[in-house]
């Protein structure tokens, strides 16, 4: 939680922080010369760790503080190899610590832009706790937003996604994992339907993990041999597959005869001779996919 600060209370504040950081400088924290005396609070250093520099043991006291009917504080970077316009380190140890924090009363926390070809206009790197946290006390607004332009990733959670666990959400909205995604609530899709309506359709749900195919096929003289979609059937831990049919004419049942790993065998009960089509669905369990049967939820 954050205490309101009055507006009178902040322009001391930063009057008192821009008059140490000034005063540090002259004191040789920092070795900077004014680019022009006239101009208020410009220096110009090519050496020591910054040209303008804040200092704070006090418990309460802030090391750096900016405020103006403009940008409070403003930071720009000219460098290409891994170097950020505001850079914010939390050495805290123990307890809750935050490398940058963006509050706003009417508008943005935080606003992140990079125009560089590699460059990410926000990024968060944390050992113990969040890399990036955001969140929207007003009901309608959103808590993070991102653009990205042309083949650039919009949001990347996770370590290098060559390597390691990772999502990444592409300009188009496109979201990508390589763990699993799960809901509180039914998993949704909209589509576009013939009358250029956009609709809400729902994911069915199982027990256990599973993968279904359909087609249609032909039975002469009362028997099928189908042959299982290759790349179906590389999908299917080959242990246990379902298949339900259904006849497109007048017949005395159908049954299926044989299964194997690559095809099964479909007949006519009492040694029926039909000649007709019938539809199949095959329901298997997939190759790379845990035994587990509705396994419980750990607690976040």
């Not at 200092?55 to 504080?73: A, E, I, K, M, Y």
């Not at 298949?243 to 005869?257: A, D, I, N, Q």
């Amino acid at each position: 939680m954050f205490a309101f600060i009055s507006p009178r209370r902040l322009t001391v504040l930063g009057a008192i922080a821009v008059g140490a950081a000034v005063a540090a400088s002259g004191f040789g924290i920092v070795r900077a010369d004014r680019v022009n005396p006239d101009d208020n609070g410009v220096f110009r250093c090519d050496s020591g760790r910054a040209c303008v520099e804040g200092d704070s043991h006090g418990r309460t006291t802030l090391g750096v503080f900016g405020v103006g009917p403009n940008d409070g504080v403003y930071g720009a970077t000219t460098a290409v190899n891994n170097k950020a316009g505001v850079h914010g380190l939390s050495q805290a140890t123990s307890g809750f610590g935050n490398g940058v924090v963006g509050v706003s009363m009417n508008g943005n926390g935080v606003i992140g832009s990079a125009r560089g070809a590699h460059g990410a206009g926000v990024w968060g790197l944390s050992r113990s706790g969040d890399g990036v946290l955001a969140e929207s006390a007003a009901p309608n607004e959103t808590a993070l937003r991102a653009h990205a332009d042309d083949s650039r990733t919009a949001i990347f959670v996770g370590q290098n996604p060559k390597n390691f666990a990772h999502c990444v959400i592409d300009p188009s909205a496109n979201l990508s994992c390589t763990g699993n995604i799960r809901s509180d609530s039914a998993i949704e899709s909209t589509h576009r339907n013939s009358l250029g309506e956009r609709v809400v359709a729902y994911t069915p749900e199982s027990a256990s993990a599973t993968i279904e195919d359909v087609g249609t096929a032909r039975m002469t003289d009362g028997v099928a041999n189908v042959r299982i979609d290759p790349a179906f059937a590389a999908m299917m831990d080959r242990r246990w597959y379902y298949v339900f049919l259904t006849p497109l004419g007048e017949t005395r049942g159908l049954y299926v005869s044989r299964k194997t790993a690559s095809a099964f065998q479909v007949r006519e009960t009492e040694r029926g001779r039909a000649n007709l089509e019938f539809d199949f669905r095959i329901v298997a369990h997939p190759f790379d996919a845990g035994n587990d049967r509705l396994p419980p939820v750990e607690s976040p």
